[in-house]
């Protein structure tokens, strides 16, 4: 069992490392390099983004008929191709829309493989794997980019990016050779979609929070700590590794206790523990002083995720479960795109009021599941679904 959570979490890592660094670091790079500004860099990425997952509930389907490896492995050539152009300046903005919308075929299997091969009683600890190595991936992506970069070798980033997401999803693949399937193993009952629907509302006003912070926290920074624009970005990047790594961390305590007390109350916990640090935040004024809420919105986060993403895979019947993720998935997009509709309130009435709006959509994100969810028996247990 342990090779297989290994084998179904690995290709996180490579996934997160493209998904995060292609609209954060390698499309604004090229486009300022060609003289474009932040509106472009917004435009082109919102763009990029919602196309991309789009195409994850098509990319599930199909993986649901041919298999996951099939899709998958077309979606890793697809990104790789598109990583590739971003070594020709030209041909950049060709290059993120194919490494973005790549890197979602291959998410769109790489999700599906959960709850195909993992039994319902351990898909929290899965879960943990899951958010660990993706979270991780994205640290390790960053780390790189900020390395080789600096030393201006594009071409070495772009070429480590290619092959980390290669390796990561074709060796979890690999791993998953000679296996039994799994499906259906241990499989509750279908759930009602009416279940599947509020995961997926659960996880939109959570991650909305969360998103919300995270795309002013440079903008905070230097507005509480008195920081001139570029040490202000040096900071942030320094608490959004901080967040990484102990969120990472936590994901895997977080996975196990989702096993043993059920999806539901490590949901609501990682809500109320999650809206306590942005409350802290808002009241720092050092960047010394965003460490600790920094910590707890990590951990709110590594809670609420871990067991959504177990809740999620058992509320899914394995053979559709490509299409249905995808679908669930549209939900965290558009939380990454709504999190930006706190900009005007940061403008209007200041950060306060926008991280108090963050906070209540945290705890509002941990508390829906507890509203009216039936649970799923597994055998002699019982586990939550949503």
Request: net charge positive; charged share 10%; aromatic share 6%.
């Amino acid at each position: 069992m342990a090779r297989r959570l290994l084998a179904v979490s690995v290709g996180w890592i490579g996934i997160s490392m493209v998904a995060d660094a292609v609209p954060s670091v390698l499309l604004p790079y090229r486009v300022a390099s060609d003289g474009g500004d932040a509106t472009a860099v917004g435009l082109i990425s919102l763009v990029a983004l919602l196309l991309a997952a789009g195409l994850q509930p098509a990319a599930g389907a199909l993986s649901d008929r041919t298999g996951r490896a099939p899709v998958a492995i077309a979606g890793v050539a697809l990104a790789a191709s598109g990583l590739g152009l971003f070594l020709v300046p030209s041909a950049a903005i060709v290059g993120a829309f194919l490494a973005l919308a790549g890197v979602s075929v291959a998410q769109a299997a790489q999700q599906a493989l959960l709850p195909d091969r993992v039994p319902a009683e351990t898909r929290g600890t899965a879960g943990g794997l899951k958010g660990f190595f993706d979270v991780g991936g994205a640290f390790v992506g960053f780390a790189m980019l900020a390395g080789l970069m600096a030393a201006g070798r594009v071409d070495l980033a772009v070429v480590g990016m290619a092959l980390g997401l290669t390796a990561a999803v074709c060796g979890g693949l690999l791993m998953l050779r000679g296996q039994r399937s799994g499906m259906h193993e241990a499989s509750p009952a279908p759930t009602p979609r009416a279940s599947l629907t509020r995961l997926v509302v659960a996880r939109f006003a959570f991650l909305f929070g969360i998103y919300g912070v995270g795309r002013f926290l440079l903008l905070f920074v230097a507005d509480r700590a008195g920081l001139s624009s570029e040490a202000a970005a040096a900071a942030a990047s320094g608490l959004f590794a901080v967040l990484a790594l102990a969120t990472a961390v936590a994901s895997l305590p977080s996975g196990w206790l989702a096993d043993r007390i059920g999806r539901r109350a490590p949901m609501a916990a990682g809500g109320v523990v999650a809206a306590m640090g942005i409350g802290l935040l808002a009241t720092a004024t050092s960047v010394e002083a965003m460490l600790l809420p920094g910590a707890l919105m990590a951990l709110g986060t590594a809670l609420f995720g871990a067991a959504s993403w177990a809740a999620l895979s058992d509320a899914v019947p394995a053979p559709e479960a490509g299409r249905l993720l995808g679908i669930a998935n549209l939900g965290t997009a558009a939380a990454a795109a709504a999190a930006g509709l706190l900009g005007p309130l940061v403008d209007a009435a200041g950060f306060g009021p926008a991280f108090a709006a963050a906070a209540l959509a945290t705890v509002v994100g941990g508390s829906i599941p507890l509203i009216g969810v039936g649970r799923i028996r597994i055998g002699t247990a019982r586990v939550v679904a949503g």
